[in-house]
């Protein structure tokens, strides 16, 4: 599907390489000019304290954000990260404080839902052909609902499981280097970022994500079983937003069921801005985290230098827009 | 080349940012309001009362609020960055006082009084609340209800949750109200429709439907009384009593027309210009009031356009 492959003509690979580098300047660029205009307008910003309440803000969008990510390069859309979040939550709410079992088996239970969920989309993609849109945008609305029947439309709270808040708040960094308190969910962010980045660029399994998103039709022809790495691409994701939704539920310590939706939104935002393209087929997950991260920074940043809530909705529309367009603008020339 | 066209467009962002916060003094205490909402009309009025007693108090006041009630993390989010500003004061309404308590206990740190307002917060880290009595609230609305439906019938509640503060306190008041003081009246059921209007609509349907023999529907908050009249007016239901609480255009036009026999207002102005006064005085290091109650009144058609209670409602 990429206009960009099928126009380079003399080194595709130095013209990629080269495309992705500027992709990463591009976007990292935008977010040093917000970080230093932020730290100039307001003394407040560039403190310890914020900078860590911006990285655990990210925390969350970000994983959604990277699962989000694999989805979008194959070419798909996955609109119930944000409801399979919370589902995966209140799972390991089910699992740790109605049956009381010790905090690996939560853990456990809400990367294997998510991974399930996935499955069940990714299966629905690919075996009953129904378009992903549709598909997810089912699937959404289905969790959103088992969540409040489980949970009886209550926050699961996980006061029976002293650890489990050490999660997304204990800070292991903080422990080996005194004075760096980075939240353990940052970390994870990272581990995650990381790991999906391994993933994509080093496994089959992520060459062929790439390839599905460029033409699924072709990688078929070629013999290739298309469904069968679709669905292990959705299930993967699926995993990734369990570990989000251990994330959010430790940050909070509950699982709030009624939460999660809209938050697909977001963490699609965050994508596009890392100069995803959501036509498939090409896409970066140090770019996503780097979307993430730009809108945390803009959120936080208006926030501190107090302007008013309804301009800090309309900036950060602005942004996304004014993102894209630059992005669309340098493949043109390219 | 692509450099600079970001540059130029981070910098306009930046622009719109900076020209926001010229307006705010340097010298002047600050508080910030961390609300529930802020979309809604019930909690601009409460950013309103805020406002007023800012000027008044030559203060600068902050406010904010997650997009609905759900956005537990967000309202955490706000929360940090607040606290990072470094306010004299904090003004907070907890969607969930267990995920915000790190948060308080690094504000009690720092020195940062809080004041809670709306509902209360599960700790003792506040120093002072400024809230409605909901319970009493509610209970007067039963007995509002006995009144105007002859002391015996059937009644139904449609509330918004059974998770909010306000939503317990509102259907327990009741509820227990009509059991302790008017035994002839009989609670067939109490429905959550989340708040929103057309949930709540078709709630009020389903109740109208299975309830032939009602006299009278209790709507515990703005969206659940504006579904109930709704449903009542869809069903083209006769001599159904409806009750509703909080106001707004739609709820005012309601009684006015007669479709609701009144409704409970809270004084969310006053709950906004209480927390600041609360929050400055705090701040002063003033012994503040552990509970300040904001207050409730019943209006009908006959005392809506009174000074008193017209200065409370809200379109």
New interface residues.
Partial sequence: MSSLDTASSASPAARALRSRA?QK??AF??LI??VV??SL??P??L?M??II?IL??TS?NGVLAIAATLVIITGGIDLSVGTLMTFTAVIAGVVLTYAGLPLPFGVVAALATGAFCGFCSGTAIAKLKIPPFIATLGMMLILKGLSLVISG???I?FNDTPSFPVIA?GSLIGALVPGLPIPNGVLILFVVAAAASYILGRTVLGRYCFALGSNEESVRLSGVNTDRWKIAIYALSGGIVGIAGLL?AS????A?P?????YELEAIAAVVIGGTSLAGGRGTILGTLIGALIMAV????????????E?QTV?TG??II??VY?DM??KR?A | MFTRRTTLGALGALALTTTGSVAFAQDAMSVALISKGFQHQFWQAVKAGADQAAQELGVEVTFEGPDNETMVDRQIDMLSAALARNPDAIGFAALDSQAAIPLLRQAQDASIPIIAFDSGVDSDIPVSTAATDNLAAAALAADKMAELIGGEGQVAVVAHDQTSRTGIDRVDGFVNRMAEAHPNIEIVTVQYGGGDQLQSTELTKSILAGNPELDGIFGANEGSAIGVVNGVREMNAQNITVIGFDSGTQQKEAIRSGLMAGAITQNPVGIGYETVRAAVAAAKGETVEPVIDTGFYWYDATNMEEPEIAAVLYD
């Fill in positions: 500027h300047l591009w660029a935008s000019v917000l205009g932020f307008a307001s407040n910003f403190q304290t914020n309440a655990q803000a969350v439309t209550k926050p709270y708040n959010i940050r909070l310590n509950s709030q009624a939460l999660g939706q809209g803009l959120t936080n940043g208006l926030r501190i230098l107090s302007v008013a809530q301009w900036v602005a942004i004014l993102a630059a603008a340098r020339r």
